[in-house]
């Protein structure tokens, strides 16, 4: 690395988000570590993004470094913004969520302080983007170390807003799978435990915002492709960690299916057969019992018990994440 290159690299990637990006890079700016740059990738915006993204650096004693391409999607922006990318570490922050200021520091120190760690994430919560209040603080296991196996079966880290990586790493993984049109951060995660171990700061320094506008998330149809994408393009590497990891892979392929018929595509009856398939090959999953259990109750209700529920058992292996 050349002298005067800064320790992070911290990609934004960003589309159509002129409203909330300002917001993104103030959260940036407030962070206690200081020996970073800011690359903005924008994906082909059509609004003010370009405009905003200019008044906010002339105003920062932050320079960023902005970059713009035709509209290809979050992976591309973000494989273009790695690529830019001077630091030894790189963070990402999608341009609608936001950063506490000890984030990027604890990330560092973990990873400074653990050699042989090759990335970090760390907890969140989900906020309000116009009234800042908190919606949900999700309370589950953090797990770190060799992930390889989890992440086989399922995300069991955070989005992307969460993670820093060695950028040595990325050279060594891959970038993001352009040919996925969802879930491209739970494959990226795959690979990099594929070269090195995971480390989590368990406190919830990143906030997942809600708002009006899209999420960089994927249609129903998108996320039930990605899920038999990964599920096939992983296959291999699932036959040589034994037969656990692959049953309770196919267990939770089944489950994200039911997850996603039932509560985006309204169908009861197609949600409650992957439930139950999912049980077959994998019955000692927490998930998929209260998955089953919450397709006969109103949403309510079952967001209700899965909030009280998680208050008693979040740190444990009985916490529900996905329903």
Known sequence: MADGDPTVSVVIPTHNREHLICDALDSVQAQSFRDLEIIVVDDGSTDGTRQRVAQWSEASELAVRYTGQPKSGGNAARNK???????????????????????????????????????????????????????????????????LNDLLVSDVTAPTSAWIARRALFQKAGGFDQGLMARQDWDMWIRLAQCAKIGCVPEALVDLRHHAGPRTVSDPARELAAYRRILEKYAPLRRQRGLRVRLAALSSYHRRAGRVHLHYLNRRGRAIVHYLMALALWPLAADTWAALLGAFLPATLRRQLRTRWNAIFGGTALAIRSH
């Open 81 to 147: 913004g790695i690529g830019k990318a001077r630091g030894r570490y790189v963070a990402f922050l999608d341009s609608d969520d936001l950063w506490h200021p000890d984030k990027l520091r604890k990330q560092v120190e973990l990873l400074e302080a653990r050699p042989g760690y090759g990335a970090a994430y760390t907890g969140l919560r989900e906020t309000d983007a116009e009234s800042g209040a908190v919606i949900s603080e999700p309370r589950h296991a953090y797990p770190e170390g060799d992930l």
